[in-house]
């Protein structure tokens, strides 16, 4: 019997309800609320103590002799205790994993009876001891923020009503031989009455797919009153194994008949023939090498955060779909188990887990820490033993040395107790830096095993840096995007020295497209007042608010084309993450971050909603192919008749036969083919060759035209990779305009001075320029320079009379080291501030609007990565005045940081006096003559502004003194 309907919700915010006796009868003022759910679906933004009611008529008992009443809770979030009838059942704590009363003494056949819950949804200060921190809790806040869940609880599973005979089954494990086909089976009983009873036990596999019998057996047991536990072996002849291709399913049922009672308890589960392990630092399935294609979800969706809403049941269905379509052959359940349905899903269509209990991550120590986190895992792992998809228990997430850690540490022995089976990893990213502890422990062992990188007996601690150490086999890396060539250099060599490395985290997002996540809560009748709701339309409105302050309707039809754009963008940077890690040979698997855009963020390669980003699914198809090319151009942008490294490795795993394989390699351009060359792809004999083979590393220097360039690869037979190719610009230097003028400076170097010079822009010092003309000012670098009062006030007193200042670098504003001082120096009363914004997994998008500024170069959008590469800004200009004219901005939904939203200025012109000035975060200064980018954009705004600026200088303005003073330029 199901009781999932006919619950009413109360909160108990005094936590007063034990002592009121609540357990008696629903209060006041009690909700309706389905079951599963949570609390937060009935009372927004409650953190606390709940209480659940329902009434139901319980079905007379079938059974005659001593059968029994069993209520089973599939999972109650945090703590729940159970009353039935006004009597104490009894309470669990843990939030994921089921528990189960025997309710036969205080049950009322045929009648109604009263069920309460009280539900502990901990929070931030201590409730009867309990603090959400000290709890297995996966990433939940209360202070809610992209990159978290909100702090949930509640029903989140369903409750079972059931009855049984006097003697029943309690659990089954089927613990499979891979290679022998035996399967040790152990049944735990539970005997009711209060004596011993004889007792037969039956036991039937059958196939899964077809329902045809494998195996029958029975036994004669005596089973004791109370919990025993029966073992017995069998084997399957000719037994099937369990694949990736072919998810062989065996179903074992497990009957008991007892002497003198009536009916026979049975109960079954799948179980699959599978081996799963690290051999030599790479991972093989069955005994065969495997490279995996992994990527993890926190299982978060719309308002019940776990809970599907009304309306949506299938997303989390969906999300196993989605990633076995789309070339995954696994999932990591990062820091909370699978709900068993999903688990039978992976069973079914042939996908590995990587699985982590909620007290994995984030866990504070306490003097209750070591029971929860055993406890955390331990239920995880005697629910979940029993799929073959299960192929790795993960110990825990980003830790750092510590209590929690040491305690992980040592649960092995606590793993192995329950299941030696799978392999167990340690600590995903390895937080902890010591590389004298394994990362890995193979099925059978009861050690940390030193596996992967440069772990090994006596190792050092390496400091966290990328995020993870340099050495550490199981690596996190975020890097600042867009990423450098250094970046790369270090991926395609991670192992490099050492063994092999799981590359367990790493990925480049998008913008979070919070307009349309917006409306899909408004279009499935989400309430209002809803937390994550609250968020993601404060999101939606600060984005709609600063695209009409900036004006950038001139950019797209509306903002959440932007949204689109930056998403269709993000599979280019899945595609070079593809190209960098599959051309690494020691890198052995790698857990895309991440599978959805979960945690209120835009990291994923589908939406909250679970619509495909557009591009991602061919990217993730083309990424995840077992066997594809690898190309890179370095630089992405440069001039003509400067050199170009062209480098193409093949990714192979395993499918290509030995031989050689001739391949023709292009580059095309806006003219047809400019450069081209044969090849060979080389594969050696010998099983488990390289997973990268290197076939083309050229340095080219293409003339001609500028525009764009690909290198594409062409095999005419032997193998079939997806059709691939990289994109490059290269500019004509010619392209540049050639100007005639003159301008002041202040700050700038002598190469750039120089570079000026020979493009037409003659520079003088800005004190040997007259006061009494107009002039176009461009100001450097001042941060290393003593600047003093005066010199502002007399930039400002130039600008207030006609002349136009070019601010190139923002870092000119700085007055001292001190982040509030940031601005200091900036002519405006609203100084704001000028902020280093970190761009890595979650990263704003720069667009421009069409302006002369950006001619000749990619404009009128999102600024393309590949194209600006490192000319892309990282300061922001935020908090001040509006700029009269925004020329580029920037903006970052679903970003890290409170509220999850934030844009700003990154070149824009305001007004001063008669004259103006124009404020920039482009590097230009940095890539003179060395990016084509920083070259145009600088001649552009001397030739903008210059039409601006000429004539006589005007008289200073009556109100100059107190233009100073509200600027800080003077006291």
């Known amino acids: 019997m199901t009781l999932d309907t006919g619950w009413v919700i109360a909160i108990d915010p005094d936590n007063i309800g034990r002592k009121e006796s609540w357990f008696r009868a629903p209060q006041k003022g009690a909700r309706a609320t389905r079951v599963p759910s949570v609390i937060q679906e009935s009372f927004p933004g409650y953190h606390g103590v709940a209480w659940y009611w329902l009434e139901f008529t319980a079905q007379l008992l079938a059974y005659t002799a001593a059968g029994r009443y069993l209520l089973r809770f599939?999972?109650?979030?945090y703590l729940a205790e159970v009353w039935l009838n006004g009597t104490s059942l009894g309470a669990h704590e843990g939030g994921e994993t089921p528990?189960?009363?025997?309710?036969?003494?205080?049950?009322?056949?045929?009648?109604?009876?009263?069920?309460?819950?009280?539900?502990?949804?901990p929070k931030n200060e201590a409730i009867d001891g309990i603090v959400l921190a000290e709890t297995p809790h996966r990433n939940k806040v209360i202070k809610y923020q992209p990159g978290n869940l909100y702090d949930f609880g509640g029903i989140i599973s369903p409750v079972e009503l059931y009855q049984t005979p006097a003697v029943r089954l309690t659990d089954l494990y089927a613990d499979p031989d891979w290679k022998t086909g035996s399967v040790q089976i152990q049944a735990a009983t539970h005997n009711s009455l209060k004596q011993a009873s004889h007792a037969r036990l039956h036991f039937v596999i059958t196939e899964r797919a077809n329902g045809q019998t494998v195996l029958t057996d029975s036994i004669e047991v005596v089973m004791p009153s109370g919990n025993s536990v029966v073992q017995h072996q069998v084997t399957i002849k000719d037994h099937r194994l369990w694949q990736l291709d072919d998810p062989h399913l065996y179903r074992l049922s497990v009957a008991i008949e007892a002497e003198g009672i009536d009916g026979a308890f049975e109960d079954f589960r799948y179980f699959g023939f599978r081996d799963f392990r690290v051999v030599n630092g790479y991972f093989h399935m069955n005994g065969k090498r495997l490279f995996l294609r992994c990527t993890h979800t926190g299982n978060h969706v719309p308002f019940g955060q776990v809970v599907p809403p009304s309306g949506h049941a299938d997303m989390l269905r969906r999300d196993i779909l989605y990633a076995k379509a789309s070339g995954f052959n696994a999932v990591r359940f990062i820091s909370g188990?699978?709900?068993?349905?999903?688990?039978?899903?992976?069973?079914?269509?042939?996908?590995?887990?990587?699985?982590?209990?909620?007290?994995?991550?984030?866990l504070k120590d306490?003097?209750?820490?070591?029971k929860r986190y055993e406890n955390s895992v331990k239920e995880m792992i005697l629910r979940d033993r029993n799929h073959p998809c299960v192929a790795i228990w993960g110990m825990l997430n980003e830790t750092e040395d510590g209590p929690v850690f040491r305690e992980a540490q040592s649960a092995l022995s606590l793993v192995r107790s329950l299941d030696e089976t799978r392999l167990v990893l340690l600590s995903s990213g390895r937080f902890d830096g010591h590389l004298d502890i394994g990362s890995v422990s193979n099925p059978g062992s009861s050690q940390w095993e030193f596996t992967w990188g440069k772990e090994a007996p006596g190792g050092p601690k390496v400091p966290t840096k990328y995020p993870s150490g340099i050495g550490i086999g199981d690596f996190h890396l975020y890097p600042r995007v867009p990423q450098s060539s250094e970046v790369n250099r270090i991926m395609r060599t991670l192992g490099e020295g050492g063994k092999p490395v799981f590359l367990s985290e790493y990925g480049i997002g998008s913008m979070m497209d919070v307009l349309h996540e917006a409306k899909m809560y408004e279009q499935a009748g989400i309430p209002e007042d809803a937390e994550d709701y609250v968020l993601m339309r404060s999101m939606a409105d600060r984005l709609i608010a600063d695209w009409s302050r900036f004006g950038m309707d001139s950019v797209y039809p509306n903002p959440e084309t932007l949204l689109r754009v930056s998403q269709q963008a993000m599979a280019r940077h899945r595609t070079l993450g593809f190209n960098i890690i599959r051309s690494n040979p020691k890198i052995c698997g790698f857990n895309l971050t991440g599978m959805l855009d979960h945690a209120m963020s835009g990291e994923g390669v589908w939406r909250f909603w679970r619509d495909w980003k557009p591009g991602a699914f061919d990217a993730m198809q083309d990424g995840w192919a077992p066997v594809r090319w690898c190309l890179f151009a370095e630089p992405t942008h440069t001039y003509t008749g400067r050199p170009v490294t062209l480098e193409a490795v093949l990714a192979n795993e395993d499918v290509l036969r030995p031989g050689n394989y001739p391949v023709h390699f292009r580059v095309w351009g806006p003219n047809g083919t400019a450069w081209e060359q044969e090849a060979k792809v080389s594969i050696a004999e010998g099983a488990n060759g390289a997973l990268a083979v290197p076939v083309l590393k050229e340095e080219v220097v293409l003339t001609g035209v500028g525009g764009d360039y690909e290198l594409t690869p062409y095999a005419s037979k032997g193998f079939a990779p997806p059709e691939a190719s990289w994109q490059f610009h290269l500019t004509d230097p010619a392209s540049l305009p050639q100007l005639?003028?003159?301008?002041?400076?202040?700050?700038?170097?002598?190469?750039?001075?120089?570079?000026?010079?020979?493009?037409?822009?003659?520079?003088?010092?800005?004190?040997?320029?007259?006061?009494?003309?107009?002039n176009l000012i461009l100001v450097g670098d001042l941060s290393k320079a003593e600047t003093a009062s005066a010199q502002w006030r007399d930039l400002a007193a130039r600008m207030a009379t006609g002349s136009t200042v070019i601010f190139l670098s923002h870092l000119a504003f700085a007055r001292g080291k001190k982040p509030d001082q940031s601005?200091?120096?900036?002519?405006?009363?609203k100084k704001g501030r000028i902020y280093e914004f970190w761009d890595?997994?979650?990263?704003?998008?720069?667009?421009?609007?069409?302006?002369?500024?950006?001619e000749g170069l990619q404009g009128r959008g999102l600024l393309d990565w590949y194209y600006y590469g490192p000319m892309l800004p990282h300061s922001l200009f935020d908090g001040q005045e509006t700029p009269d004219e925004v020329i580029a901005a920037a903006f970052a939904t679903g970003y890290s940081t409170p509220g999850g939203y934030a844009s700003g200025i990154l070149l824009g012109s305001y007004k001063f006096g008669t004259g103006r000035f124009i404020v920039n975060t482009f590097p230009i200064l940095d890539h003179i003559d060395d990016h084509p980018v920083a070259d145009r954009l600088l001649l552009n705004l001397i030739q903008h502004t210059a039409r601006m600026t000429n004539g006589s200088a005007s008289a200073l303005p009556s109100d100059f003194n107190a233009l100073l003073k509200e600027v800080g330029y003077i006291e």
């Open 740 to 774: 005639n003028h003159t301008v002041a400076g202040w700050g700038l170097s002598q190469k750039v001075q120089s570079w000026l010079q020979s493009h037409g822009v003659k520079v003088t010092l800005i004190e040997n320029t007259s006061t009494q003309n107009c």
């Open 74 to 77: 599939h999972a109650v979030d």
């Open 840 to 854: 890595w997994l979650y990263h704003k998008e720069c667009v421009a609007k069409p302006h002369a500024v950006f």
């Open 366 to 370: 306490s003097l209750q820490m070591k």
């Open 337 to 362: 188990v699978p709900y068993p349905y999903q688990l039978d899903l992976c069973d079914e269509l042939g996908l590995l887990v990587y699985e982590e209990s909620s007290g994995s991550w984030l």
């Open 823 to 829: 601005a200091a120096w900036l002519p405006l009363a």
């Open 99 to 121: 528990f189960t009363f025997d309710v036969t003494d205080t049950i009322r056949p045929g009648a109604t009876n009263y069920l309460s819950v009280r539900v502990l949804n």
